[in-house]
């Protein structure tokens, strides 16, 4: 699928805390899922209805609410460096199963609030996962910033922040807020 959008029909969920470093469960591989278990159409729906209130959010793990479980969520649709997307959806089991074209970037998390940092990924991807509640299986085609917001949320689902994606001290820079 290429830039289409992935219609998911989930209950309402709840605004769940955003776990914050040094969190241990950000630090841990998570588990596989039952992407048709009632227990992680839930966590769809919450990580959906967290990121809805959370200003800048883009994308959000599981374990970045507490659950180490491996599922995410993306909404790149309106930024700037998106030229790709699949609105918002949730993925279960993510896989890479292709990756090319890489490119340094600025890389924020809400996870580590304070800080930014420059990150290599690649800016063409295949995914390959489940979607919640129905079980279907996607791959989805993409590139540019959703291609990297993808990768940032594998990243955190495999125990990975972008901190430890950083070349060298340099690469760490103070976020700035402009208001």
């Not at 490119?103 to 990924?121: Q, Y």
């Not at 949320?153 to 700035?176: S, T, Y």
Request: hydrophobic share 40%.
């Amino acid at each position: 699928m290429i830039g289409r959008s992935i219609a998911l029909e989930l209950p309402p969920g709840r605004i769940r805390p955003v776990v914050r470093l040094p969190a241990e469960v950000l630090s841990r591989p998570c588990d596989r899922v039952d992407p048709e278990s009632d227990e992680v159409v839930a966590l769809a729906a919450d990580l959906l209805a967290t990121m809805a209130v959370s200003p800048g959010c883009v994308g959000l793990a599981a374990n970045q609410v507490g659950s180490s479980l491996r599922v995410f969520s993306l909404n790149v649709t309106g930024h700037p460096k998106t030229r790709t997307s699949h609105g918002a959806f949730v993925l279960c089991n993510p896989e890479l199963v292709a990756a090319s074209r890489n490119a340094k970037g600025r890389e924020g998390c809400m996870s580590v609030p304070d800080w930014t940092g420059d990150v290599k990924r690649a800016t063409r991807i295949e995914v390959a996962g489940t979607l919640p509640g129905t079980g279907e299986q996607v791959v989805l085609a993409t590139d540019a910033f959703e291609a990297i917001a993808i990768q940032h949320e594998i990243d955190h689902l495999d125990g990975l922040l972008f901190l430890d994606r950083l070349p060298d001290a340099r690469a760490l820079h103070r976020r700035v807020n402009y208001q």
